[in-house]
């Protein structure tokens, strides 16, 4: 937390987000409360609330959510996928810790179970106590809970999910080998025959050349790769991306597969325009994509 000492913001103490996977900037946010604070085996991990954003929730001084535009990650991440699909019963979900991928997933009535693979306990254990409206389905009959290794995971479980959903932090420390050439041939082999891989993928603004190199590795991998992205304010530079990668030939995570008006009462993102749209991306994206 920095405690700035001008005069108009004296004795605010305000947050500052600061990686150097973002060199030479960083979004402050201004804190109202410190809520919890700790050092888990893996990770740095506070809560606090905030006078614009509501509850944060940080590992290793970098923001995954804050009460105000979850939602717009959160669902699109679950749902792009998921819609992609006629008939996704096996949900994997490697990282996830904060709950909020696992319920959209739930939202799906074709999914039969969840499986939810996080590495750190404490970042359930402190989403559960401080992260309420995210963290509420860890009970849920469908769900089930591993705390273990995703990569190791993948490997253990071959042929056995329609979706796998990375909800990673950025490959830094414990999420490097998410976005390794090895872990996307692991998840390749735990899909089923017709499955779809949906990757966090990072911002064109401050990463294209890394989503390049991982695009490039996923095509040769993947029968179809694709690139997806939302909007959410209190991620770096304002959006976030997604690799969709579908092991069948011929299948295309853009193409809408199931009617979702019977969800549209409990979303605040996902719709069908919004769906197809995410896939559009601004040339000079669309152009080194191409070129991968």
Not at 30 to 57: C, L
Not at 205 to 216: A, N, Q
Not at 257 to 264: K, N, Y
């Amino acid at each position: 937390m920095n405690q700035l000492q001008d005069e108009q913001h004296k004795n605010e103490t305000w947050f500052t987000e600061l990686s150097e996977m973002w060199p030479g900037e960083g979004l402050s946010l201004q804190v109202d409360k410190v809520i919890h604070e700790e050092q888990s085996q893996y990770q740095h991990i506070v809560v606090f609330d905030t006078v614009s954003k509501g509850r944060v929730m940080c590992l290793d001084g970098v923001i995954q959510v804050t009460k105000s535009d979850e939602f717009a990650y959160q669902e699109m991440i679950a749902h792009l996928p998921l819609f992609s699909l006629k008939n996704p019963k096996k949900v994997l979900i490697i990282g996830g810790g904060d709950g909020g991928v696992i319920r959209e997933c739930l939202k799906h009535d074709t999914v039969e179970e969840v499986h939810i693979c996080e590495i750190d306990e404490r970042v359930i254990e402190v989403s559960k106590e401080y992260l309420p409206w995210m963290s509420s389905h860890f009970n849920h009959e469908k769900v089930h809970i591993h705390i273990y290794d995703g990569a190791k995971f993948l490997q253990e479980n071959k042929n056995t999910f329609d979706c796998i959903i990375t909800d990673s932090s950025d490959p830094i420390g414990p999420a490097e080998t998410l976005f390794s050439k090895g872990f996307y041939e692991m998840a390749h082999e735990a899909l089923t025959d017709n499955g779809v891989l949906c990757c966090q993928a990072e911002s064109i603004w401050l990463h294209l050349e890394s989503i390049v190199e991982w695009f490039g590795t996923l095509k040769k991998i993947f029968a179809n790769v694709e690139y997806a992205y939302t909007m959410i304010p209190t991620y770096p530079s304002g959006m976030i991306g997604f690799f969709m990668a579908s092991k069948k030939e011929g299948h295309q995570c853009k193409a809408i597969a199931r009617d979702s008006s019977s969800l549209q009462d409990q979303l605040r993102y996902y719709n069908d325009e919004i769906h197809k749209a995410s896939f559009v991306l601004p040339q000079f994206a669309a152009q080194k994509l191409a070129d991968a």
